[in-house]
């Protein structure tokens, strides 16, 4: 079993609703990425955060926005989605930025 | 754009072949690449780390290489088992960017 965790592993959603997916990491890494995986598209990298600084794709929704409260925790908090937004959300953790990333099991996210 | 192209996009193998998996990617100034595996719905694994001052690297049965100049890599796969089915991805780090980019992967089934 990996080191990075993510709850909840499965979420149906409305398009009125607000989440969050959790995801946390004990490995003791520096940096933080949230991925988007959909069907039959390569994995996309939403957001990174390396000491704390946060480093986005600039084509990312606003209606998506990522939290770090510390080094060891990662949010994704969800609002106004779309169904085009149904997708498998991945955590991944480094020691830095550059180094091997280590990935959670995922959030299967369905909008509804 | 930085690209990964994988090819086989799906590839089907009796129990016990050897095999190959092609990753080609467009930056040359890569930092690092690296090999996962994925099973249906869930997580990657990182399965291999390649340094970009490295030629290849080996974790039991399995063997990537690495030639920057051409712009390819390839994961050797040993006496292929059931249990090896699953999607792998290759993905690298370039020096410019902190962030993987991603091939679309290859679905390997082994036919017991």
């Known amino acids: 079993e990996t080191g990075v965790t993510q709850t909840p592993r499965h979420l149906v959603m409305g398009m009125t609703n607000k989440k969050s997916l959790k995801c946390e990491q004990h490995?003791?890494?520096?940096?933080m990425y949230w991925y988007k995986q959909s069907a039959k598209k390569p994995l996309e990298l939403m957001f990174v955060y390396s000491l704390e600084e946060r480093v986005e794709n600039n084509s990312v929704p606003s209606r998506f926005s990522p939290e770090c409260p510390n080094s060891s925790h990662l949010f994704l908090h969800l609002h106004t989605l779309q169904p085009e937004d149904s997708a498998l959300y991945l955590c991944?953790?480094?020691?830095?930025?550059?180094?091997?990333?280590?990935f959670g099991p995922g959030t299967r996210l369905t909008v509804l | 754009k930085q690209e990964v192209t994988q090819i086989p996009a799906a590839l089907s193998v009796p129990e016990g072949e050897n095999l190959v998996l092609n990753c080609s990617f467009t930056?040359?100034?890569?930092?690092?690449l690296q090999w996962f595996r994925q099973d249906p719905g869930k997580g990657l694994t990182s399965l291999l780390l390649i340094q970009s001052s490295q030629r290849e690297q080996t974790s039991g049965r399995l063997n990537a290489s690495l030639d920057k100049s051409s712009g390819r890599s390839t994961l050797y796969i040993a006496a292929s088992q059931p249990g090896d089915s699953a999607t792998y991805l290759c993905?690298?780090?370039?020096?410019?960017?902190?962030?993987?980019?991603f091939g679309s992967g290859t679905q390997l089934t082994v036919l017991p």
């Open positions: 993905a690298f780090t370039s020096g410019s960017a902190r962030q993987l980019t």
């Open positions: 490995l003791g890494h520096n940096a």
């Open positions: 991944a953790s480094s020691q830095a930025s550059y180094n091997e990333q280590f």
């Open positions: 930056d040359s100034a890569i930092y690092n």
